[in-house]
């Protein structure tokens, strides 16, 4: 049996997404997506616990990540986990793990429930969420 790498997480956004270029021209963005799950404790009060995923989108992906996502939004992202060592300003060296997505759909409204319905920037008229479609990357650099 061969190995598998996926990650899928629905969360929402903790800030807007930072698009950048790398300096071949290639479009990067890269958001943070809070899950959260709730339980009981011991005493029957319900504790919260969230966790922060760092996503990396590329190409066109990353492009229409900047562009529609925006803080508090209900995100799908589908990708794979993948580390990354890097030096810090204090030059020890540290390991991050994030997603690199090859998948994202946008869902539900921007800061709570029920159905939203907005106005893209160049569309006349109103589109559901659902109208723009499932996006795949099968060219994510490594």
């Given at each position: 049996?061969?190995?598998?790498?996926?990650?899928?997480?629905?969360?929402?956004?903790?800030?807007?997404?930072e698009?950048?270029?790398?300096?071949?021209?290639?479009?990067?963005?890269?958001?943070?997506?809070?899950?959260?799950?709730?339980r009981?404790?011991?005493?029957g009060n319900?504790?919260?616990?969230?966790e922060?995923?760092?996503?990396?989108a590329?190409?066109?992906?990353?492009?229409?990540?900047?562009?529609?996502?925006?803080?508090?939004?209900?995100?799908?992202?589908?990708g794979?986990?993948q580390?990354?060592?890097?030096?810090?300003?204090?030059?020890?060296?540290?390991?991050?793990?994030?997603?690199?997505?090859?998948?994202?759909?946008?869902?539900?409204?921007?800061?709570g429930?029920g159905?939203?319905?907005?106005t893209?920037?160049?569309?006349?008229?109103q589109?559901?969420?659902?109208?723009?479609?499932?996006?795949?990357?099968?060219?994510?650099?490594?």
């Open positions: 049996m061969s190995s598998l790498n996926k990650a899928i997480i629905i969360g929402r956004l903790g800030a807007d997404p698009l950048r270029h790398t300096a071949e021209g290639i479009a990067v963005a890269t958001f943070n997506v809070a899950t959260s799950e709730t009981k404790d011991k005493s319900k504790q919260e616990k969230t922060w995923h760092r996503i990396v590329w190409r066109r992906l990353a492009e229409i990540s900047g562009e529609y996502l925006k803080k508090g939004k209900l995100v799908y992202i589908e794979k986990i580390s990354r060592e890097y030096e810090g300003r204090d030059g020890i060296k540290r390991r991050t793990f994030e997603i690199v997505a090859d998948a994202m759909k946008m869902l539900g409204s921007g800061s429930g159905d939203e319905r907005r893209a920037p160049g569309v006349q008229g589109i559901e969420d659902d109208f723009i479609p499932e996006i795949e990357e099968d060219d994510v650099p490594m």
